[in-house]
């Protein structure tokens, strides 16, 4: 038991012992873990700023001039069937006057005296698939209704914006992946260098007669206390930089989009730094013993 | 004790130790001398394992460098203490701790400690200088440092490589007077050096090495 303690406590005090690799690895390691931190949180609400889109999507449907109301709305209920549409609103005769006169001014009646605009549907699209939303199909199966006249749509608009998710969501784990490997690499070559700076240590304590746990074992314990002290600082950076974003997009803008931190990636980030520190502290230790 | 049988050891950029036969006994105080280059601190290096024979055997407190596997060097260690020309003393901490170092490793109790360093730094005239660094002593005292970090385990063994080397002739005398005084405990030392007038009219064996062969007893 002194024995482990005494290693735990040497642990400690390199820190202590070498402030300036100790504060270049914390660094390091927190610019590293941050930037993995925000892209995990990135990932995670890419959908929310989809939705957000796909909330704008339109389709408009304009029935011919001899369908009723109430013929309408046996139509709407069969289009509100039709997959990946979220929701489908009647906009009948006497709604497309007033909306006439709200566009341009003037009362259509009063120009015309009578009413020429048809009933008329606006659909909307779902907004939480995860697959990319096709609009193609859904507009076919519209057009296919043979009481309606014309069907009108932001086609490229929403294929532009679901190619980009698609987009995004297929390079997302390369990206993720890329991040997290240069992540490694520093956290590694900094542990490495923090060992290397401490060659004269391991000679001596092989001279002694120290076993090879017992020569790694501080670098070990030195290499957990710098990852769990970047996580400290990484945990309280991440959640003010998702407050401070939420704060701008709450204030500066009307997209009302909130992002949520997801309490699990912190969980991951500690225990990335932990197996990246373990595994970094081991092999940088075991390749200076001989 | 130490054995040295038939030990051929080379080195890559020539030098090293040519047919080795010697035989220290437990308790006995020899010293090693030779010209720079001789093969000395090769042959305390076979000794304390960090360099394995290409040919012959050495045997040291039971350790047989033809058994030797890298996972008990560290055991043959524990009862062998070192002095270097060099101290090896960490600078990074202070004489305690440079003290102590053997007995955390022998996994000695944490309030055993102090009381064994008070006594080691004590032995060596380096009482009352425990919170001292490395660097805050002179060669001689550094040297009597490295001295108490060899003898705290109380090895069986104890290797000085030149341990004078560095030093002035009164803290040369000095410290081969401590060595002896040390092996009075029982303590079998091996003591390096290229200094022959030191070592010279002391009552020891001297080993003389030469171009990597024994010469004489």
Partial sequence: MDKFLYLVSEGMKNIWRHKMTTFTAVFSLFLALFFVGLLATAGTNTHKILHYFRAKYKIEVFFKQDVSNEEAISYIHRIKRIEGVRNATLIDKEDAVRIFKDQFGEDILDILGYNPLPVSAVVNLTRTSRDPIKVEPIIKEISAINRVEEVRYQGNLINKIERTYTRILDRFPYLAGLIIFVAVLVIYNTVKLSVYARKDLITSLQLIGASRTFVKMPFIFEGLFIGIFSAALVFPALIGSINGVNYLFMNYTSWGIKLIFDPTVLIWLFALVIIITFVGSYRAASSLLK | ?217
């Fill in chain 2, 1 to 217: 004790m130490i054995e040295f049988q038939n030990v051929t050891y080379a080195h890559e950029k020539g030098n090293g130790v040519n047919n080795l036969n010697l035989s220290i006994n437990e308790g006995e105080f020899s010293f090693l001398i030779g010209p720079t280059g001789s093969g000395k601190t090769t042959l305390m290096r076979l000794v304390y394992f960090d360099l394995i024979p290409d040919a012959g055997t050495v045997i040291v407190n039971g350790y047989s460098s033809g058994k030797m596997s890298k996972r008990k060097i560290p055991n043959a260690r524990r009862s062998i203490g070192m002095v270097f020309q060099d101290y090896k003393l960490l600078r990074d901490r202070n004489l305690f701790e440079n003290t102590a170092l053997p007995l955390h490793v022998l996994g000695f109790p944490g309030n055993e400690i102090p009381e064994r360093v008070e006594e080691a730094l004590e032995l060596v005239g380096l009482e009352g200088k425990d919170a001292h660094f490395p660097d805050e002593l002179s060669g001689g005292e550094q040297q009597r440092a490295c001295l108490a970090r060899a003898i705290i385990k109380e090895p069986e063994i104890l290797l000085a490589d030149e341990p004078t080397g560095n030093l002035d002739p009164v803290s040369s005398f000095e410290l081969v007077r401590l060595l002896e005084s040390i092996h009075e405990t029982g303590t079998t030392i091996l003591m390096a050096s290229h200094n022959y007038n030191l070592i010279k009219g002391r009552g020891h064996p001297i080993l003389e090495l030469k171009e990597g062969v024994l010469r004489g007893r």
